[in-house]
């Protein structure tokens, strides 16, 4: 795809019309793939808009790279893609993508930070490089994944907004992880049916609950299909979600009253906890798949309106 400066694009008679194009591209890719989000996102006040559904539709690209490419290979290769474009998009040149563009637009207006951007592509790149025997260790590299995946986003919309608050970063911080965390328990089942097996559960967590059994003199480790360890081992990851959720609520007085509606996503993560503790921790659930998080559209979508007018998160 060809670069060219953005003044270029700019001062041309289309431009508008371009930006225009660009922005709703990116609405309705967070609508399309990303629904709970797109739905916290209307909430936002109009001004801090464009900033996060751009955000929100460059981590709809690079969180589906893997999934919609037909070789891994392909899939690394356009998050590298989006990661040097990045650099581009910093250096005033213009990527030909309507994500990019969008972003280039936001960029220009508001300080997002590149740092951030970088590491929110960085942690997919890394994610995907690993090799479906490759778990992690501790619920903290989970920690670590979802802080640079999922709170990032939450950083680059407070910056969109020229909020700054240590008190937000911090609630920031623990909504992503819950989040994060949540949304990775959500899609074991997607990973267990596409020979990724259950490359999410920590090794420590999945060895106390059973799940792993060394044997053999070698002490070879294996798998076991055990539903109740799975059960077990997803309430310990979800307990660990739910603490950043109490975290960050608790610092809610503290917390700039502008930057209360870029925290409705704790709202999501909330639902999701409640739906898994309605199906016993039970990932396999098909409970889960229906409406949004597992509960009928209308009846998310008044939780948010509702928590939204409460002025919380």
């Known amino acids: ?44 006040p109009p001004s801090i808009r464009k900033a996060a559904f751009a955000l929100r539709a460059l981590n709809v690209e690079t969180a589906r ?14 998050l590298i893609w989006w990661q040097e474009a990045i650099d581009k998009i910093f250096a005033k040149k213009l990527i030909e993508h309507p994500t990019a563009l969008a972003l280039s637009s936001v960029i220009a207006e508001t300080k997002i930070s590149k740092m951030w951007l970088r590491r929110s592509i960085e942690a997919r790149i890394n994610d995907a490089r690993r090799e479906a025997t490759d778990m992690p260790e501790t619920i903290g590299e989970l920690e670590k994944y979802a802080e640079d995946t999922a709170s990032t986003m939450l950083y680059m919309t407070l910056q969109a907004s020229g909020i700054m608050s240590a008190a937000a970063d911090h609630a920031a911080s623990h909504i992503g992880k819950a989040s994060g965390i949540l949304l990775l328990l959500k899609s074991l089942p997607y990973h267990a049916g596409h020979n ?19 044997q053999g003199e070698g002490g070879e480790e294996r798998w076991v299909d055990s539903g109740e360890g799975m059960c077990d081992a997803v309430y310990e990851m979800a307990s660990v979600a739910n603490a950043h959720l109490q975290k960050a609520r608790k610092l809610a007085e503290t917390v700039p009253a502008e930057a209360l509606p870029v925290f409705l996503p704790a709202v999501p993560a909330q639902v999701l906890l ?37 002025r919380k998160y």
Request: charged fraction near 20%; aromatic fraction near 10%; charge should be positive.
């Open 274 to 310: 409640d739906s898994l503790s309605k199906v016993q921790f039970d990932v396999f659930d098909p409970r889960l798949t229906r409406g949004v998080l597992g509960i009928p559209p209308l009846v998310y979508q008044l939780k948010l309106k509702w928590t939204s007018w409460r």
């Open 65 to 78: 790279a893997m999934d919609v490419a037909s070789d891994p290979r392909i899939g690394l290769m356009r």
């Open 1 to 44: 795809m060809s670069t060219h400066p953005v003044e270029d694009l700019m001062n041309g008679g289309s431009a508008s019309g371009n930006f225009r194009a660009a922005f709703s591209y990116c609405v309705q890719q967070v609508r399309s793939y990303d629904c709970h989000h797109y739905l916290c996102l209307l909430e936002l």
């Open 196 to 214: 990724r097996h259950l490359s999410y559960i920590p090794t420590a967590i999945a060895s106390k609950h059973g799940l792993i059994v060394k």
